[in-house]
């Protein structure tokens, strides 16, 4: 049973914030501003999965609210919006937002708002090459329990060294530049691939995207994802066209890449290895393919799940429903169109 806590200052702001995900931090600071926050989620997250908040269960329960917040324990859709009927706000944490229609959250008149917070750049890409390098390393065999049941060296499972290969970067946007720099020393060929960057940065040699896959040895994943809906960046055709050794590592959205064919490919020995973070959808179902598929590091989307990072995303968020609220107004606004509209 979901848990729900409404917290009610003596005065309330004739506004309310219906919060569908756990925060991992107080909402104190919009009580103080006489906000009537609704929690749809326990404050703190569960450490199990989690599945979508049920469309018709959220419009029931943020009937009555003007602003939604939260990540991405929901799909907010055009029949969620007009559901809730009195919506004027959605406040997604992270930076992307492809959860929310926001093409339908414009045509009504809903201004949507992110958290792009700097401090991410760093943690994901450090991720991404920790996965890397889980990868190679086999550490998706070798590990506790393995040694714990009198398992050693298996000569069917040799570790790979990240240096000396071809490690090609999809998408050169903040972080997949800076996997490029963590990257600099560590004597590796650099390719790279982004229809929306001219140069690549330095050390990185720009080629297409299917050049980029048939010549890599490590495949990391930094492009934004598509809407829901979109099919795959990778497809089962573009996976098989990577080399039967290849590592494919995606910390940036699960709607990147065909799964199944991948849990397929893993299984038929054409792809070396994967490591993700992310899945589509989230969190992975009970029997999906990926999770029992072999040459697998599996992590919950927690590239960037760190004490700092959090309270800087929610303190983001909190800012702009605050400003939205007492204003009209929002920084991080991702259909800017709506405000602009306004008298």
């Known amino acids: 049973m979901r848990e729900s806590l409404k917290m009610s200052p003596d005065r309330e702001h004739p506004a309310g914030v219906f919060v569908y995900d756990p925060l991992d931090y107080p909402v104190d600071a919009l009580l103080e501003r006489n906000v ?19 469309a018709d269960e959220l419009v029931r329960a943020a009937r009555g609210h003007e602003v939604l917040l939260g990540a991405s324990g929901a799909l907010i859709t055009r029949e969620v919006m007009e559901g809730i009927g009195t919506l004027r706000m959605i406040a997604k944490l992270g930076i992307g937002y492809e959860v929310v229609d926001v093409e339908a959250a414009t045509s009504l008149g809903i201004v949507v708002t992110n958290t792009p917070v700097h401090g991410e750049i760093g943690p994901v890409a450090e991720h991404a090459i920790a996965l890397m390098l889980a990868a190679a390393k086999r550490l998706d065999w070798y590990h506790k329990e393995y040694l714990a049941k009198g398992g050693w060296k298996d000569p069917e499972h040799m570790s790979y060294l990240l240096s000396g290969s071809t490690v090609g970067i999809v998408g050169l946007g903040h972080i997949g530049r800076a996997v490029a720099v963590r990257l600099a020393g560590w004597d590796c060929r650099l390719l790279g691939c982004d229809p929306a960057v001219g140069d690549g940065p330095p050390g990185v040699e720009m080629v297409d995207l299917g050049i980029l896959l048939r010549e890599s040895d ?7 994802g598509g809407p829901p809906g979109a099919g795959p960046l990778l497809t089962s ?5 990577m080399k039967d050794t290849a590592i494919l590592v995606n910390t940036a959205r699960g709607n990147l890449v065909d799964e199944n064919a991948i849990a397929e490919a893993l299984q038929h020995g054409t792809l070396g290895a994967a490591a993700l973070d992310v899945y589509a959808p ?62």
């Open 36 to 54: 009537r926050v609704t929690l749809g989620a326990s404050l703190r997250s569960p450490g199990v999965s989690r599945p979508k908040f049920p």
């Open 218 to 224: 490590v495949v990391t994943l930094h492009a934004p």
């Open 237 to 241: 055709e573009r996976i098989a066209s």
């Open 282 to 343: 989230e969190p992975p179902p009970a029997g999906a393919a990926i999770l029992s598929a072999p040459n697998v590091v599996l992590t919950p989307h927690m590239a960037a799940w760190s004490p700092s990072i959090r309270k800087e995303m929610v303190e983001m968020a909190f800012g702009d429903i605050l400003r939205f609220l007492d204003e009209g107004r929002a920084t991080h606004v991702v259909n800017p169109e709506v405000l602009a509209a306004r008298p």
